[in-house]
């Protein structure tokens, strides 16, 4: 017997996918004090009272998945109070949800959709209307955040936020109006999105205990979907240390259920140096421990360098200050050994950035630094061998998934062949690591991102890349596992299913590397462990799950609807006063959807029409 090494956990009878390249595929692991202690040496641990043996009846196991790019901390703040549309299939379901979210939300609160979702996600393929809005929610103000590019707000809204005909429009956006000059409802994004942030800061935020809880349930809504780690990359209105305290106290009473590595975000233009000076004093790289650690600086260096990403808007053109205040900042992170990361879209927008490293690296050499640059959609060759000279990263994330059918109307469909250019980064050596953007360019979902890696498909169903810039699927895996933790300096610690790293792992619904293609985005983990813990189980497993918790408040569109696809099942809506909503079909006229159906034929019409060279001679529709 293996006494050295024993165990506290040993899963058997799996398919275990390790992504060690020399012991690849395994059927049975072991667990001790948190970490792997042995892989395929089941047999020689001793079967005593204190381990726990599960067998995994086959089921397919991979490492836990890693989002190198999720908004988490500030997500969870606001998880609970939010209706999530995210794989919603029909915009008839969505506003249904709405109507019903509505009428549960108290006098005083808001029911707020706040991105994840794509007008082409739905059968209808198109956006809700005001009317529609107005029409679902007479009384109670909704919010509803569209990607980066606009809002829509009901009546009841637009009087909480006391938008008038005599409000003007704000430096950062535009309140569109009616021919009598008040507002409709609907807020664009022009020239970047100061305008939805700042409208959806006047909503109530929930008192510090919901968001305790809130913050539980979101991070549990990840675990139930695979993920284990996540990178977050800061945000708007997140200032430290004061909107990390709910987190902090979480991580002090043991309660977090994902490894969280965050990166601090610069809150006042003009004043970003002064930022970055205070928290280094305060913080630093690494600072922490395996669950949660400060991981540098990002993904907003400087204010000058927001290359706003918004496909119905031409690219903004960043002013001339950008060069000296982002010098400046980088010179100071580098001087102090702080990785950092950057929003970077545009390739005219990251050409200026590298100006700025390589002068700064001149002076203070980036070498160990694990420095990279977040999105690079339209990054060329060129640009890409400037990252590799520096010993750059990229952190890729399917914004394009929600948003490819926008850019091909403004840039073209050869143009979108390499948004982004993931195969060329691979080649080159670059390290690259996978994620979502989440919650509001895009859902959180790692299955739609890993889908959409495989694929190169958006959510509509629009097939955007030829195939060399697809990638298999254990190659996409490894962008979101290990590709991911060289994002947070944590290669060889977490990543794959090794003796030595971090017990992180996850058993799922489907097999991702046999199930069709279209399979993929609907998997889910019947079994998640986090650091030999398991923090989710369903199913076969239900018996091991923790505990669950209440949800708070009392109203919270999650008791009803659930995250990422309303998965709560009807036991549960009826529980909770919710009338079901009606089973769709082509004949039904209820909720519009007889005009839904014929919207569909439309859409699928107008979108063959304007994508027809993607098609070729085949079937006309898309796949859903």
Request: aromatic share 8%; charged share 25%.
């Amino acid at each position: 017997m293996n006494s050295k090494a024993s165990a506290e956990l040993i899963l058997h009878n799996g398919r275990i996918t390790t992504l060690d390249p020399e012991h690849p595929e395994a059927t049975n692991l072991a667990v001790k004090d948190g970490r792997i202690v042995g892989v395929d040496d089941a047999e020689e641990y001793e079967r005593g009272l204190n381990i726990k043996v599960i067998d995994l009846k086959g089921r397919r196991v991979i490492p836990g998945l890693n989002d190198s790019h999720l908004h988490v901390i500030r997500g969870g703040l606001n998880y609970n109070m939010e209706l999530r549309w995210d794989g919603v299939p029909s915009l008839a379901d969505a506003l249904h949800m709405l109507k019903q979210q509505a009428q549960r939300t108290p006098p005083g609160q808001w029911v707020r959709v706040v991105g994840g979702w794509s007008e082409f996600q739905f059968a209808e393929r198109r956006m809700p209307t005001l009317d529609e809005i107005n029409d679902a929610a007479p009384d109670t103000p909704v919010f509803i955040l569209h990607l980066y590019c606009r809002a829509m707000l009901n009546k009841a809204a637009l009087r909480a936020c006391g938008y008038t005909k005599d409000t003007p429009n704000p430096p950062g956006g535009e309140i569109q109006r009616d021919s009598k000059g008040r507002p409709t409802g609907l807020l664009i994004a022009r020239p970047n999105a100061t305008i939805l942030y700042a409208t959806l800061a006047k909503g109530p935020k929930l008192p510090p205990e919901h968001q305790l809880n809130s913050t539980r349930h979101f991070m549990g809504e990840l675990n139930r979907l695979g993920l284990t780690s996540i990178i977050d990359a800061g945000g708007g209105f997140q200032n430290y240390p004061e909107d990390y305290a709910i987190i902090e106290e979480l991580h002090k009473r043991g309660e977090m259920t994902l490894r969280i590595a965050y990166n601090l975000f610069t809150q006042k233009p003009k004043q970003e140096k002064e930022d970055f000076a205070r928290w280094i004093k305060m913080t630093g790289p690494g600072k922490g421990d395996e669950f949660f650690r400060c991981n540098g600086a990002g993904e907003m260096l400087v204010f000058s360098a927001a290359d706003f990403e918004d496909f119905l808007e031409p690219r903004p053109d960043l002013p001339a200050s950008l060069e000296g205040e982002l010098k400046e900042v980088v010179a100071l992170l580098a001087a102090n050994k702080w990785p950092f990361r950057l929003h970077a879209t545009y390739d005219e927008s990251i050409s200026r950035f590298l100006n700025v490293f390589e002068e700064v690296n001149g002076d203070v050499p980036f070498k160990g630094l694990n420095w990279f640059f977040d999105h690079c959609e339209t990054i060329s060759d060129r640009n890409l061998d400037r990252v590799k000279a520096l010993g750059g990263g990229i952190a890729i994330q399917h914004r394009m998934a929600y948003q490819g059918e926008y850019f091909m109307d403004r840039y073209g469909m050869k143009a979108a062949e390499r948004t982004p250019p993931v195969r060329k980064m691979l080649e080159l050596g670059i390290p690259v690591g996978a994620g979502t953007d989440a919650t509001r360019v895009a859902s959180y979902n790692p299955w739609v991102s890993l889908y959409w890696l495989v694929t190169g498909r958006t959510v509509g169903g629009v097939s955007m890349y030829p195939d060399h810039n697809c990638l298999n699927r254990e190659e996409a895996l490894r962008l979101y596992t290990q590709g991911s933790s060289w994002l947070s300096s944590e290669s060889g610690k977490k990543g794959a299913i090794v003796s030595g790293q971090l017990a992180d792992f996850v058993a799922l619904t489907d097999d991702y590397f046999s199930v069709p293609e279209e399979t993929i985005k609907g998997i889910e983990s019947v079994l998640t462990v986090v650091g030999g813990k398991i923090v989710h189980a369903t199913e076969e497993f239900s018996s091991h799950a923790p505990p669950p918790i209440p949800v708070l408040p009392e109203w919270s569109p999650v008791k009803v609807f659930g995250g990422y696809g309303a998965p709560l099942d009807a036991r549960k809506a009826a529980q909770a006063g919710v009338p079901l909503a009606h089973a769709h079909s082509a004949d039904c006229h209820r909720h519009g959807c007889a005009h839904a159906a014929h919207q569909l034929l439309a859409g699928i019409k107008a979108a063959h029409n304007r994508c027809a060279g993607f098609f070729g001679t085949g079937c006309d529709c898309f796949a859903f």
